[in-house]
């Protein structure tokens, strides 16, 4: 193992080798469509403007995958490159390296999104990114070459089963009462909370987004698509304030780290943020005007 990962040292040697300003911030602006920011951007503004069926589902796969990343982090505690060597490491991290979530994380984002763009440049886009991504990683001496072929490898995992078997799942529960979907929500978040207690922000972000969708399909009806190029954009600028308005001063007033209920707090105050995007901003659009429901979408025009 120590040969492998001597190696995997060296990987990242050899591309430092052709290091310079220019293509290190281009390598570094890569890396960045696989970090947490790119999702809390992303995930949104799929979900708000575009499709709030398919925002959904990426935003499960992506909660999932992340979720089942930090857990092999903490079982595998495999070190990064630049922990065996100081020299190689352009970015650092706080996590475990294998596998990496980077490539993971894009892999399972680009994967799941494939089927929405016209052949064959959804392929193209699952394939090219989580590689450019993760190539990404080894140069920057974040992650062995050992931790980005685990990472796709996972991604690939999530994504093609639920591309083959997905839609009937999908439809089971979309036929489910309210209360047996956000009893499901509970369920599954229950579980990552007792296998992950430390990591209540996932579950919290999860059961937040699952069972406001569930609320908003069932109670609301609110249409992505929905509304002109301006009423989107407005859409975009009020729920990212909100957004903020949630996490910022739910930080500010909840109990910080030092709190022996911490955690719990920590599982609200992202269970609200996850609420806010799914539920609370769609309720704001439809009723300020913004966006229509699909039901009066479908509705026929009176005479």
């Known amino acids: 193992m120590q040969d492998l990962l001597a190696w995997g040292v060296e990987v ?9 300003p220019v293509l290190d911030g281009i390598v570094r602006a890569v890396t960045e469509l696989g970090s947490e920011w790119f999702y809390l951007i992303a995930l949104p503004v799929i979900y708000w403007c575009v499709d709030e069926r398919r925002g959904i589902r990426l935003g499960a796969a992506v909660f999932l995958s992340a979720w089942l990343n930090g857990r092999l982090k903490v079982l595998f505690a495999q070190p990064r490159p630049y ?54 990683r080894v140069y920057l001496g974040v992650h062995f070459p050992t931790d980005v072929l685990a990472g796709w490898a996972l991604g690939a995992a999530i994504v093609l089963p639920w591309l083959a078997w997905g839609a009937p799942v999908e439809k089971w529960i979309g ?22 207690p430390e990591e209540t922000n996932l ?16 109670r609301l009806g609110f249409d992505a698509a929905s ?14 304030a909100g957004l903020a308005a949630i996490y ?47 039901s009066e979408e479908a509705a026929p025009a009176e005479n």
């Open 12 to 20: 990242s040697r050899a591309f430092q080798t052709v290091s310079n």
């Open 83 to 136: 922990e065996l060597d100081p020299t190689v490491g352009m970015l650092r991290e706080t996590s475990y390296g294998l596998p990496s979530g980077h490539s993971q994380g894009t892999a399972t984002f680009w994967g799941m999104l494939a089927p929405a763009f016209r052949k064959p440049w959804g392929l193209v886009l699952a394939l090219s990114v989580p590689f450019a991504v993760g190539l990404s």
């Open 175 to 196: 036929e489910l009462e309210l209360r047996w979907k956000i009893l499901l929500a509970a369920a599954l978040t229950l579980g990552m909370n007792a296998l992950a």
């Open 203 to 218: 579950g919290g972000a999860f059961f937040g987004m699952a069972a406001g969708a569930a609320w908003q399909a069932e």
């Open 227 to 240: 509304g002109r190029l301006g009423a989107k954009l407005l859409r975009l600028l009020l729920g990212a």
């Open 248 to 294: 910022v001063g739910g930080k500010l007033i909840l109990p910080g780290e030092g709190s022996s209920s911490y955690a719990l707090w920590r599982f609200l105050r992202y269970a609200l943020v996850g609420a806010w995007v799914s539920y609370g901003a769609p309720e704001l659009f439809v009723r300020a005007r913004l966006a229509a429901r699909r």
